[in-house]
């Protein structure tokens, strides 16, 4: 439970993380709150020679508005996400899902950067950002570029993260006013990845689904943005047999791992649960 | 000035003695972050040692190969079991009479088995140089289920055994098996079986947990080459015992070793044993001639010191019609893993597990257990009880449920009616203890109408119907557990660890001053000793409990004994304390008739001295003799006003308790949510009822841990699953339930102060309780028992079986 050798850096700017990362390649990671890559290490999962810390980098900080989107900074960390008067107007959702994170010591220095570029399928946020179709803004040697968060995930840790690359920051469209939301986790004790859990957005108007989206976590290798469910709710009056169908489309995209948490079957099952009970949740905050 | 004068009353609540609600005085260190624990302790010089282990289960150790860690700068030694040989120390003796490899010997029959032991400057370089360790392996046949260990074309793991037919415990029957122990009247139980009007048999298994402290298990062995004494620190809960093996073992003479355990960080049975770790540092440390500290991590703790349970249970009880039960008969399969390491007192190959006729009036009864050894980590230690008594505990609890299950009765209704009636204590068990005091009935039913059982199941049965209306998807368990517990090991007739009887001491010594000095062969792990003992000896001599310190874990300076574990602190040195006590106040008497000129038959004692019978204003203060003791005592007696006793005790002592969980379970996601528990204790008298309190909070959730998801699992290839905190279940203050607590009052006859022992009953009594809550609310489904532990997957699962799920 020792991590081995390694060297330590401290940038203050991106230009600079950059230009070490790029210089090391694959022996270098970048290092935000730790709260995952420091684990992994101790385990020796993961032996990065050179460590690049970002917390010196101020440019990485902070949540603002332009527009008709809201932009995270990378080092945002999940504390500052539920602190955020701005995101519980505009995002409530991400709130409510940093709250399910693990525990407030580590929220206190786990990042929204390092949860969504980290790669782990436990990890809460991506599913959210897929869910709400954020973009992540990634920063290389070249510049930047941005990719979708509904095309990043590749395999468990592998993104479409290049090792010189940052990613910088995480852009989310704001939902419309008085959309619906929930963020239904299944976990068998505060401080665990979820068995399953699902995220839900969608708007209401009369008794209809304007729109709805629907993604997935910890139930597959990636995290899952379940569209086929999405679009059978939509237009849809959340009648009991649409919700099944939207349920057992959800249920057939998942290909969770059988660990502690139970067996793949059980973890399947659960992820429908999760989209049922979300799916109510949501409908009922859209109507009020 | 008159009204100045103490009442008796304020003199009593000045002592803080028996029955006080005393802050615990240790807290004030622990809350501050400033106890001190092994990990604390750093000496100059001091190396770091750490293990290679086995990613294999089974297999063939054929190399090993340090040239490249040795290599490492800071890298001292690598320690295998050849270089062990030459102090004839490959191999430990176990306190189960079996032998222990303390580095692999050829072969390796767990996963995380200790394979080299690395001596480094620091932990971080004895970390890298593990890695650069190689060792070469051939893998063999793995066994993981105990039902096949004894299976004619099982592999063979213990080759060292080859041709033994006889083990410490009797015969063995097949190479995987270790002993059987068969206690009870056979013929007369098959009798009741044949005569029985009804029956149940029901394979009952008590999963592989771990006690896994907070703190793991740990020491620093420093050998002083110019005098030739050994000094270790280490996590022990029997300090003694471990410098009596330390000596066997290294043949150092006894007095030139000191073992010190400084504050520990929890034990719950994971630090009685003796444990590799503790060999290879004393032989380093031999070998090098500095300290050298071992600190084992969260994993190796939880996948290689010290399992508890994994016992499979075949019970079954026989009944007449009424439900008076006629005869209990049960068959344990033991599954101890690669070597046979249990941490039971030395002929009892099973711990008291034939406590399992329970609180019940079994006319008859016969068990045997049979151990076998798997590929799994040794251990088997009591965690939170008394030498398998939770394992007993929750055997015949689930078992009295599947029997009023099949008679249509009322769980509660069955057990109040085959309870041990008050009238029969002290009371003969068919398998051969003597319960010493008891009124089940009483503390049943205070229980039953605190928490109102009669309207809990008229409400279960409306949920019932609801839930078959399809109007909820919730259905509600009721648990029902009265345990009894054995403990205070204990008589010296029937208990010793490797030949040396569990007695327990004490010694007290009172300054000049009136202040106190006081010793035990006990040791606290965050029981609070520093606050109970105290409160004993000050109602015993009359000192304010403030004015006592209270030592404990230093072999030089304490009292011979045999360490704090299956709730023996109080039943044995609690007896002890009071005795020692005893011994000084019978001398302050004397002193004090000397004082007063009369004759001490003419003394009587309150509060906190002695008064002239019939004349309280000649008194003289506890205080007031101590100075005399040292000053002027009476002519011809020894100055000094101090004791010590051993307290070797007569029986055993049975503590008991009625609890109650009532629990609702999703049968969508198998979530569980306790939403009441109540316990009811009697433990005998009480010496501080918010200690008290305080163990039964611990103890509980603990059992709610273990019945709930707390496990050591293993794949079929004998990796070991889950052994961090990340899946092995420890719950936080969030998944606890709220804890009702509850007691009666039904003293020890034999023990001096009537006290009983209560650190264990809430991990015996708790399990049970939620299990049998569990199963309550399967029930009307159609269930009879379902296996711990009672995750929210497999509770789906048996929601699913059932076809709960349409
Ligand atoms: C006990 C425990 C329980 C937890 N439970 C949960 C949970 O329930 N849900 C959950 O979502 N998370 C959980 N976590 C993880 C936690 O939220 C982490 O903080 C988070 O996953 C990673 O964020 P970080 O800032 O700590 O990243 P780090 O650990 O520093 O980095 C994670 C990975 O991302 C890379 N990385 C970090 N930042 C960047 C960046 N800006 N650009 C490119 N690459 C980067 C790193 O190189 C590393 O590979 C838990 C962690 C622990 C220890």
Redesign the pocket.
């Known amino acids: 439970m020792i991590p081995g050798v390694f060297t330590y850096h401290r940038p203050s700017s991106v230009a600079e993380a950059v230009a070490i990362l790029a210089n090391h390649g694959d022996e270098a ?11 992994m290490m101790k385990l020796r999962m ?1 032996a990065p020679e050179h460590l690049v810390d ?1 917390g010196g980098i101020a440019a ?1 900080k902070g949540i603002s508005e332009d527009g008709d989107t809201i932009t995270i900074g ?2 945002t960390t ?1 504390h500052e996400l539920i602190g955020s008067d701005l995101l519980s107007a505009k995002l409530p959702i991400i709130r409510e899902t940093a709250l ?4 407030p010591q ?2 206190y ?3 929204l ?3 969504v ?2 790669g ?1 399928p ?4 991506p599913a959210l950002m897929q869910c709400l179709d954020a973009s992540y803004v990634l920063t290389g040697p070249d510049g930047d570029r941005q990719v979708a968060a509904r095309a990043f995930y590749e395999a468990a840790y592998f993104t479409a ?1 290049a090792p010189e ?4 920051s995480i852009r989310i469209p704001v939902p419309a006013a008085g959309h619906g939301y929930a963020y239904e986790k299944l ?1 068998r004790k505060v ?4 068995t399953a859990a699902a995220a839900i957005v969608l708007t209401m108007n009369g008794g209809t689904v304007g729109m709805c989206s629907v993604a997935l976590t910890n139930v597959a290798d990636t995290p899952l943005f379940a569209s086929e469910a999405g679009d059978i709710l939509t237009g849809s009056t959340l009648d009991a047999a649409t919700v099944k169908r939207a349920v057992a489309a959800a249920e057939a995209i998942t290909q969770p791992a059988s660990d502690g948490r139970g067996p793949a079957e059980y973890r399947t099952k659960m992820a429908g649960v999760m989209v049922e009970r979300a799916l109510a949740r949501a409908a009922e905050r859209a109507r009020s | 000035m008159n009204d100045m004068t103490p009442t008796r009353e304020q003199r009593e609540a000045a002592l803080e003695g028996m029955g006080c609600k005393r802050k615990r005085v240790e807290d004030i260190r622990f809350t501050q972050g400033k106890g001190n624990y092994v990990d604390d302790v750093k000496l100059p010089g001091m190396l770091f040692g750490d293990f290679v282990r086995s990613p294999y289960a089974h297999a063939k150790v054929t190399k090993i190969d340090a040239t490249e860690a040795l290599k490492l700068p800071g890298v001292i030694a690598v320690l295998t079991a050849e270089d062990l040989k030459g102090v004839n120390l490959a191999w430990m003796p176990t306190l189960a009479g079996d032998v222990q490899m303390v580095l692999a010997d050829g072969k390796v029959l767990y996963q995380n088995q200790e394979v080299a032991f690395v001596v480094a400057e620091d932990r971080y370089i004895a970390d890298d140089a593990i890695q650069l360790v190689e060792v070469e392996y051939e893998e063999l046949p793995v066994l993981v289920d105990p039902f096949k260990s004894m299976d004619a074309d099982a592999p063979v793991l213990r080759p060292d055994l080859e041709g033994k037919t006889e083990g410490a415990h009797g015969p063995r029957k097949h190479h995987n098996h270790i002993f059987t122990w068969e206690v009870g009247d056979k013929d007369e139980t098959a009798r009741a079986f044949k005569d029985a009007d009804v029956t149940i048999k029901e394979m009952i298994s008590y999963h592989r947990t771990h006690p896994s402290p907070l703190e793991t298990c740990q020491c620093i062995a420093s050998m002083d080459k110019i005098t030739g004494e050994l000094t270790v620190w280490g996590t022990f809960q029997a300090p003694h015992v471990i410098r009596t093996v330390a000596s066997l073992l290294s043949t150092i003479p006894e007095h030139k070793i000191h073992v010190i355990a400084p504050d520990i960080g929890g034990g719950f049975g994971n630090k009685v044993g003796a444990y590799p770790g503790y060999i290879c540092a004393i032989v380093a440390s031999i070998v090098t001639g500095v300290p050298i500290k071992w600190v084992e991590d969260r994993m190796e703790n939880l996948s290689t010191t010290s399992f508890a349970r994994d016992y499979h249970m075949t019970a079954e009880i026989a009944a007449k019609n009424d439900g008076t039960v006629t005869g209990l008969k049960v068959h344990v399969l033991a599954d101890h893993g690669g070597f046979d390491a249990c941490a039971d007192p030395s002929k009892w190959p099973a711990g008291f597990f034939n406590i399992v006729t329970g609180s019940y009036d079994f006319p008859t009864a016969h068990l045997e257990v049979d151990g076998v050894y798997t590929n799994k980590a040794p251990g088997g230690v009591a965690y939170r009880c008394s030498f398998r008594v939770t394992e007993a505990a929750y055997c015949i609890e689930r078992g009295m449920d599947i029997l009023a299950q099949k008679l249509g009765m009322d769980p509660a209704d069955l057990r109040i009616k085959n309870f041990v009636k008050p009238e029969q204590f002290p009371y003969q068990s068919a398998l051969g203890w003597e319960y010493d005091s008891g009124d089940y009935h009483t503390a049943m039913h205070k229980a039953m109408d605190t928490i109102g059982y009669r309207e809990l199941r008229a409400e279960q049965k409306a949920k019932q119907e609801a839930f078959r209306r399809g109007e909820t998807r919730e259905i509600m368990g009721i648990g029902v557990s009265f345990f009894t517990e054995i403990v205070g090991a204990g008589p010296s007739k029937n208990c010793d660890i490797l030949g040396v009887a569990m007695f327990d001491s004490a010694e007290i010594r009172v300054h000049p001053t009136g202040s106190v000095i006081s010793r035990m062969g006990t040791k606290s792990q965050g029981q609070g000793h520093e606050t109970t003992w105290a409160q004993i000896i000050a109602t015993e001599i009359g000192i304010p409990a403030a004015d006592i310190m209270v030592e404990e874990g230093n072999t030089d300076t304490a009292p011979y004994g045999l360490g704090t574990y299956g709730s023996r602190s109080t039943p044995v040195a609690g007896a002890a304390i009071a005795l020692a006590s005893r011994k000084i106040r019978n001398k302050a008497q004397m002193i004090a008739a000397h004082m007063l000129e009369v004759s001490e038959y003419d003394l009587e004692w309150d509060v906190d001295g002695f008064q002239v019978k019939g004349n309280p204003q000649a008194r003289k203060s506890m205080k007031e003799i101590a100075w005399a003791a040292y000053h002027a005592p009476p002519p011809g007696m020894e100055p000094g006003l101090e004791a010590v006793s051993y307290y070797d005790p007569p029986n055993m002592t049975f503590p008991f308790g009625a609890y109650f969980c009532v629990m609702d379970i999703d049968v969508d996601t198998g979530v569980a949510k306790t939403r009441r528990f109540y316990a009811l204790d009697d433990c005998g008298t009480r010496i501080n009822p918010m200690i008290i309190e305080g163990q039964v909070h611990g103890g509980l959730t603990e059992a709610f841990a273990i019945a709930m998801g707390q496990e050591i699992r293993y794949d079929e290839i004998g990796n070991v699953l889950g052994a961090s905190f ?1 899946d092995f279940f420890i719950p936080t203050a969030v998944e606890t339930p709220h804890w009702e607590t509850d007691h009666t009052v039904t003293p020890s006859p034999h023990h001096p102060i009537g006290a009983k022992g209560v650190g264990e009953s809430p991990n015996v009594g708790g399990v049970p309780a939620f299990s049998n809550a569990v199963n309550d609310a399967f029930q009307f489904l159609g269930s009879t028992h379902i296996q711990m532990p009672h995750d929210a997957w497999r509770l789906w699962q048996a929601a699913k079986d059932l076809g709960a799920h349409g």
């Open positions: 990671r970048p290092l935000s709150g730790g709260h995952s890559l420091i684990p993961a970002l990485l990378a080092m999940q399910m994170i693990a525990d580590i929220r220095v786990g990042t950067g390092g949860n570029a980290n782990d436990g990890n809460d946020m993260l690359e940052i990613l910088t976990k401080g665990d990845y979820a | 990340m």
